[in-house]
């Protein structure tokens, strides 16, 4: 029993920081976000260069083979730079459904390795989102249809983009029309397959949503350090200390439950729906208190465009309904721990 | 990361598990803010000792097991899932007992420590005093060296079960000139010594829950000292940080009750129809012990790797007070108009059980230091905030 991370994942979590927080400062997402794509090339194969893109790409295929546990860590830098969907989806999404897709199936590993590579861009397409990420810049678009998996480039699809209040979010309505050519893999085998992405999407939020509430805690924590009122920092007032704590709580609570789910989804344990939810839930609630009392410990300054604090809590807020809003994930919750005979209690942490 | 248990964590579950199923008494011992309870609980804690099974986290010589941190988490499962009986010692298990293990003599250790395990000795601490509540640094009660002797004089309260227990363990002032958390020294004072006037105070509950304690030219050996001289708030600082922490509350304790919850809810279909906001506050309940689990886990990884718990400690505190007040809450909504019936009413539920722990949850944000102060250490330990 080890709850805990490997010296290795933390390494390279350390590395993927550094690095982002160099190359992604929030003066020059802003600048990004401000053109029509809202997307980099540079700051792309920069992130690719650095092996993210390759993350849990198979080995065999050029990448470095880590899992959904390793990816718990690396969504949380994600959320913290504030790295659009692009790279979540392609990255962590994509290359999952990818790589659960049987062997033979067609351009299977043409795919992986090009995402090893840095050079493809994916969109997914789940049900739960009405809207698709990043379908604007997408290579490649994969879609649900009745279970089964498609597989279509985007010149051959319709779309039409829903600009979102989070100048990060790229988001359209797709329309398609599936064949037995764009068909990849039949429902039989797609249903699972779709199950399992939509759980990988929700870590992804998940952990992106840490990601952010810790970068808005610290936001607030240099903000009410430095603003003076009444001749002393806002931040040695108990009113304004106790919202950040309040913050500092949900995040160190969200993280386990986090890393748990993280683990049922690698492992394919048979609760994992449940670990799912739990995890999106709780941490999106960490989001949306650090976004709340982040503005509040701000005063005016929270809410306007100028101050830095914005661009995080319109991720948090749009990300909370991204890969399934909170009935969604409730209603899963509820469903297991109210069901007849479900397996809850203290022994069944990780008993049983 | 690695979540299974190892061969000999299974067997270990086994073991308690089979042990409780052969002891835990069938009908719930009287509460332990009585005499007669208080009792019952001090021979089932005489129980579990006989099978090292009190303070299984010990070294063998002292009366434990020898546990890791992790089999000491499988034995609280087991404990609460059991529905056994309340941990009445746990002012001498929890909070003296670590304390004598980092700040001890060889000879206290061997004398306190198997008659804490054993619960030989009952404890009550001794922080507060009238004006010196969460500013516990204002303390004044004092006890000057006479010889091999201190004599102390003075007053200390909300000593928890203080009427029926053996023992105190306190801070007092030993340099009369000293201020604040200077000079000030860790005594323990038997109950019975010439001098000590034990007071109740009638609890929320009705019960003699807690006591003031009377000095008056009370005289303890030298001996009887915890580390230096001076140097008291240093080894009260480590106990009131194991108090927070995990030790005292162990999540176990709390996924027992969000269980007992689900199952109050899945029994009134009917409340829950009248009030569907139930069913948040009730999967809410489940995810907050869960989290409160996990969390438990993750930090004992950590532990077990060489980290040091701090300012998290206080982060854990607030977490499950919070979350006990919650779950009582919500099982009192359910419960409607059969929720204050006291547990000897002919109508009450599970004899008054969610009551008693709904009065009880009042008391979690305020003992072991107050949720507001918890939240001072946060910010400024955690996150660097400025002092007032």
């Known amino acids: 029993m080890d709850f805990t991370f490997t010296e290795d994942q933390l390494a390279f979590r350390e590395a993927i920081s550094r690095f982002l927080m160099t190359e992604a400062p929030p003066e020059m997402l802003r600048e990004i976000w401000d053109t029509d794509d809202g997307r980099s090339p540079e700051l792309r194969s920069k992130m690719a260069a650095q092996g993210l893109t390759a993350l849990s790409v198979p080995e065999a295929l050029g990448g470095l083979g880590m899992d959904d546990v390793a990816w718990a860590l690396m969504t949380q830098e994600l959320g913290y730079y504030a790295i659009a969907d692009s790279m979540a989806d392609t990255a962590y999404v994509a290359t999952g459904l990818l790589s659960a897709l049987p062997e033979a199936t067609p351009r299977r590993d043409e795919m992986l390795s090009k995402i090893a590579e840095g050079d493809a861009r994916f969109a997914v397409g789940h049900p739960v989102n009405p809207l698709v990420a990043d379908v604007h810049l997408a290579d490649v678009i994969l879609l649900e249809h009745n279970g089964e998996i498609h597989s279509v480039r985007r010149e051959s699809i319709g779309f039409e983009r829903n600009p979102s209040i989070d100048s990060s979010r790229r988001l359209s309505r797709i329309t398609f029309s599936p064949s037995d050519e764009t068909r990849i893999v039949d429902a039989a085998q797609g249903q699972a397959i779709w199950n399992q992405t939509l759980n990988r999407g929700a870590l992804a939020v998940a952990g992106q949503s840490i990601g952010l509430a810790q970068r808005m805690l610290d936001l607030s924590i240099d903000y009410v350090v430095q603003r003076k009122q009444f001749g002393k920092p806002i931040g040695s007032f108990q009113a304004v200390k106790h919202h950040l704590a309040q913050v500092a709580e949900k995040i160190e609570f969200a993280k386990p439950v986090l890393y748990r789910a993280a683990h049922a989804l690698a492992q394919g344990e048979a609760n994992v729906d449940l670990h799912v939810s739990h995890a999106k839930l709780a941490c999106c609630e960490a989001a949306w208190l650090a976004a709340r009392h982040g503005i509040q410990v701000h005063g005016a300054m929270g809410y306007t465009w100028e101050v830095d604090l914005q661009m995080f809590m319109k991720r948090a807020w749009a990300l909370d309904s991204s890969w399934g809003d909170r009935a969604f994930h409730k209603s899963r919750v509820a469903t297991a721990v109210l069901a007849d005979g479900a397996p809850i209690g203290p022994q069944f942490t990780f008993g049983e | 990361m690695q979540l299974t248990y190892t061969a000999k964590q299974q067997a270990f579950r086994a073991e308690v598990r089979a042990w409780l199923k052969a002891n835990v008494p069938s009908q719930p011992l009287a509460s332990y803010d009585t005499r007669e309870g208080f009792e019952e609980h001090r021979a089932w804690e005489g129980k579990l000792y006989e099978s090292r099974l009190s303070m299984v986290m010990w070294p063998e010589h002292l009366g434990g097991r020898g546990c890791d941190l992790i089999e000491w988490l499988i034995f ?182 969000a269980k007992r919850l689900v199952d109050l809810y899945k029994a009134h279909p009917e409340v829950a129809e009248r009030d569907p906001g139930l069913r948040d506050a009730v999967i809410e309940s489940w995810m907050g012990a869960e989290a409160y689990a996990h969390s438990a886990y993750h930090t004992v990884g950590l532990v077990e790797k060489g980290a040091k718990i701090g300012a998290e400690a206080s982060i854990n505190k607030i977490v499950w007070s919070e979350l006990d007040l919650k779950m009582h809450e919500t099982a009192m909504r359910i419960l409607g108009p059969y929720g204050e019936l006291n547990g000897y009413a002919p109508e009450a539920v599970e004899h008054g059980n969610w009551l008693e722990g709904f009065l009880f949850a009042q008391a979690g944000p305020i003992y072991a230091g107050t949720n507001e102060i918890q939240r001072n250490i946060i910010a400024e330990r955690m996150l660097g905030l400025p002092k007032a």
Do not use: C
């Open chain 2, 76 to 257: 609280e499962e087991e404990y609460y899932a059991a529905g056994a009986p309340m941990r009445v010692n746990q002012n001498g298990q929890l909070l003296l007992g670590p304390t004598l293990m980092e700040f001890g003599t060889e000879e206290q250790k061997r004398h306190f420590l198997p008659r804490i395990a054993s619960s030989e000795d009952m404890w009550a601490q001794g922080w507060s005093e009238p004006n010196a509540g969460s500013d516990m640094a204002a303390i004044r009660s004092k006890a000057l060296r006479e010889g091999d002797e201190y004599v102390i004089n003075g007053q200390k309260t909300w000593s928890t079960r203080a009427i029926f227990a053996d023992w105190i363990f306190g801070l007092f002032r030993t340099d009369p000139q000293s201020s604040r958390h200077h000079g000030l020294s860790y005594l323990l004072v038997p109950l019975n010594s010439p001098g000590v006037t034990v007071r109740p105070i009638k609890a929320l509950n009705g019960k003699d829950a807690f006591a003031e304690v009377f000095f008056d030219d009370v005289r303890v050996p030298v001996g009887n000292r915890i580390g230096g001289d001076g140097q008291g708030w240093h080894v009260a600082m480590a106990t009131a940080g194991f108090e927070r922490g995990l030790l005292l509350r162990s999540p176990a304790r709390f996924q027992q009750t």
